[in-house]
Nanobody, 122 residues
Framework: QVQLVESGGGLVQVGGSLRLSCTAS????????MGWFRQAPGKEREFVVV????????YGADSVKGRFTISRDNAKNTVYLQMNSLKPEDTAVYYC???????????????WGQGTQVTVSS
């Protein structure tokens, strides 16, 4: 069992930056690939970015490439999402999730956090 808690969301202006954190409970964090998803009002939850279990590889959606960076610290059971050059369309609830491999579809993720709101104002 893995419990995930996100933090770091908030209100930011267009072009600004935020760093989200997701801390996991339990001793098995390093076994999982970790992903970030987001869900805007009235839209489906969508994949944002994923990092492999050891941080050796990452993959992001086209909409965030060059702006968002995922990283992890297995010693701290934490995964991070650094978001730069934020746009109004990045406004959403952001969720971290754990999967047995570096997946891009939400159905492959077994554990989910409760989400943290990110609002980009223009």
């Amino acid at each position: 069992q893995v419990q995930l808690v996100e933090s770091g969301g908030g209100l930011v202006q267009v072009g600004g930056s935020l760093r989200l954190s997701c801390t996991a409970s339990g001793r098995t964090f390093s076994r999982y690939a970790m992903g970030w998803f987001r869900q805007a009002p009235g839209k489906e939850r969508e994949f944002v970015v994923v990092v492999s279990w050891n941080g050796g590889s990452t993959y992001g959606a086209d909409s965030v490439k060059g702006r968002f960076t995922i990283s992890r610290d297995n010693a701290k059971n934490t995964v991070y999402l650094q978001m730069n050059s934020l746009k109004p369309e990045d406004t959403a609830v952001y969720y971290c999730a754990a999967a047995s491999f570096a997946a891009t579809t939400r159905e492959d993720y077994r554990y989910w956090g409760q989400g943290t709101q990110v609002t980009v104002s223009s």
